[in-house]
């Protein structure tokens, strides 16, 4: 070719991008940064993975997701701060990680033994209840889009944990959460709160003794390489709140919105039933590994636990709000006097 008609083709070019800028940032796709502080092959890690799969396919490529697990983006309540900043797209933070941004009721969830099973659960994350408490992020700049599970928790540490009294003086690393450090003062702990990604060096130096975890988490930090016991109480739920930086959700396209909603209820199904499954895959390989002594309460020496933890309800009764904890009563039948 002529370079004159090289030159006037490369000019041509030039003037169809400048006059047709919609057109190029159509075919850039939209990126969503989905930050997460557990491993891969967890609930919400793979829940993470499937979203990420489906909205790209739900939009034609449209979307692309990035998934930084494991901390290797933000901890914990760093990534709040990151979301609202717009240095990240869309979080799973746990319910208990809530309260610093000044919305207490999230809390509640982490009252020990306040869910009799996951239908109950269920009956408030995927009622009105849960609904309502999404809404109060919004003026934080934050959209609530889906309760996710993890499952419930169990305590371990280096000492054998079959009764209350087990705990004294132990230093138990905790979420961020008022109502879990009123957990563990009532059992005689002293609650260490410590970003997640950080609890298996600090348990491996001694800096913490023990931890609460559903066992997906405990198995796949390989904390059953530092924790001699644990002991099955699934005394707290532990969940997920998938959030969204309110100013980004809100100015996606209408179509491309809706896909995503898919792609999540999708991905909210996942977390939900690995939730389930996982906790017996996990506990069969913690129980290989043969470096932890699995204990299963009796029901007597469970009922010892609800007998030492259910005060907790009511001396935080004001800080998750009497209001709210009500509704949530209302919704699973649990009835808050002693038993
Ligand atoms: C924790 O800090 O223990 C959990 O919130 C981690 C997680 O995201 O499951």
């Known amino acids: 070719m002529p370079s004159l008609a090289r030159r006037l083709l490369a000019l041509l070019s030039l003037v169809t991008l400048a006059a047709f800028p919609a057109a190029v940032l159509a075919s850039t796709p939209i990126v969503i940064r989905f930050s997460h502080v557990v491993a891969?092959?967890?609930?919400?890690?793979?829940?993470?993975e499937l979203f990420k799969r489906r909205a790209a396919e739900l939009t034609g490529g449209r979307v692309r997701v990035d998934v930084f697990p494991n901390g290797t983006?933000?901890?914990?309540?760093?990534?709040?701060?990151?979301?609202?900043?717009?240095?990240?797209?869309?979080?799973?933070?746990?319910?208990?990680?809530?309260?610093?941004?000044?919305?207490?009721?999230?809390?509640?969830f982490d009252l020990p033994f306040l869910f009799e099973d996951e239908a109950a659960l269920h009956r408030v994350t995927e009622g009105p209840v849960g609904k309502a408490l999404l809404l109060k992020l919004e003026p934080k700049g934050i959209v609530g889009l889906a309760f996710w599970d993890a499952g419930f928790k169990s305590f371990s540490a280096n000492r054998p944990l079959r009764r209350p009294e087990d705990f004294k003086g132990l230093r138990m690393r905790i979420q961020a959460s008022g109502v879990i450090d009123a957990q563990m003062r009532a059992l005689g702990a002293l609650p260490q709160v410590l970003p997640f990604p950080d609890v298996y060096r600090a348990l491996e130096a001694g800096v913490v003794d023990g931890c609460e975890n559903?066992?997906?988490?405990?198995?796949?930090?390989?904390?059953?390489?530092?924790?001699?016991?644990?002991?099955?109480?699934?005394?707290?739920?532990?969940?997920?709140?998938?959030?969204?930086?309110?100013?980004?959700?809100e100015a996606?396209?209408?179509?491309?919105?809706?896909?995503?909603?898919?792609?999540?209820?999708?991905?909210?199904a996942l977390a939900n039933r690995l939730s389930r499954e996982k906790e017996a895959a996990d506990l069969e390989a913690v129980r290989r590994a043969g470096t932890t002594v699995v204990f299963l309460p009796s029901r007597e020496e469970r009922q010892r636990f609800v007998r030492a933890l259910l005060p907790v309800h009511r001396a935080m009764e004001d800080r998750v709000g009497r209001e709210f904890l009500r509704s949530i009563h209302a919704a699973t039948g649990f009835d808050p006097t002693p038993r």
């Open 214 to 249: 559903p066992v997906s988490n405990f198995y796949t930090q390989g904390m059953h390489r530092v924790q001699r016991h644990l002991t099955l109480t699934h005394h707290g739920y532990l969940g997920y709140a998938v959030i969204a930086n309110r100013r980004f959700w």
């Open 73 to 108: 983006g933000y901890k914990d309540y760093e990534e709040i701060q990151a979301l609202q900043l717009g240095a990240v797209e869309l979080l799973a933070p746990s319910l208990s990680k809530f309260g610093p941004l000044g919305v207490k009721e999230f809390e509640a």
């Open 252 to 268: 996606l396209p209408a179509d491309v919105r809706r896909a995503l909603e898919q792609a999540l209820g999708e991905a909210t």
């Open 40 to 48: 891969v092959d967890t609930p919400k890690g793979q829940a993470a």
